[in-house]
């Protein structure tokens, strides 16, 4: 066995034991969810649909395996190969888009306070078909195969029109999509930071202050945001990295797949997390009177207004 064949074996392990790892985690979160009925909630839905979307690339991403055999079979295994590539594709916007409508979601309840109920069937619909006319793209100009290290199935930067539609259509896209959340994110921590200290402004409420306890409840999506930003950083790098030399690093071609793997991973782990906590917290306090996100979404009112008139928080009819 050739120091290059020994190479590949070993990537091709760490690629199917890590996305195993996924896999196992997102199934399982998806199967809390379902038999405790929590998609019944808006929240939770929309984690589904993110811990669906990590599931689907964790599968997708253990198949990568099969180009180990590439170069036995080029005709029969270049056709399975492009198959996965689109796949990959596929699953990569899918999980990407679920993403973004997250933050943007985040970002309208937190700093609008805006009802996005009826929205919940674009983003589906979008996270769904967008993909699929992009992954056609490479398809069509022939741009999937084996990548230069010969690890995995993707669009190949090998020819020139590859390395642009792979700019175009991931990294380009991915880069601008990360500084959007990241701006998203830093926005929403400053003006929930200034809510915290106009708190005492607030009415009395006998439930307690709703809007923090809505807020609470949206702590899974929240998560999602920084983890796109801390396993996705790598993952460009090293995209960039390959774009200068033919044959990627395998430290960081290992820390590549490592990174963009616990992304599918993160997500099953933070949303069982939650679960978890809140079962243990209800189960330590009395029965309160709760909030569904789903149906509510803060409104803020007559800011500075005089003592006869004073500022007050409430909660109309309307969805996060």
Known sequence: MTSFQGASVFNH????????VSVIVCLLTAILVLRLKLYKTLVYRLALYQVLSALTLASVEVTEVISIKYNESPNIYGRICTA??????YSQWMKLLFTMWVTFHLFCFAVLHKNLKKLEVLYVVTSLLVPAVIAIVPLVTHSYGLNSGGNICYIYANTSVAFIERLALWDGPAMLMLIAASIAMVVM?????GQVCRRSTFEPIADGDQFWKALKQLLPLAAFPLLFFIFEIPVLIFHLYTTQYSTPNEGMFIANVVCFSFWSTASGATVITHISVA?????????????????TYPSFTQRGASKSHPTHFSLPPGSV
Do not use: E, F, Y
């Open 279 to 295: 079962q243990i917290c209800d189960r330590k306090r009395k029965p309160i009177k709760s909030i569904n996100v789903s149906d």
């Open 189 to 193: 921590v400053i003006k929930l930071a």
């Open 13 to 20: 392990t760490v690629i199917a034991s890590v996305n195993s």
């Open 84 to 89: 996965i590539g689109l796949l990959v594709v």
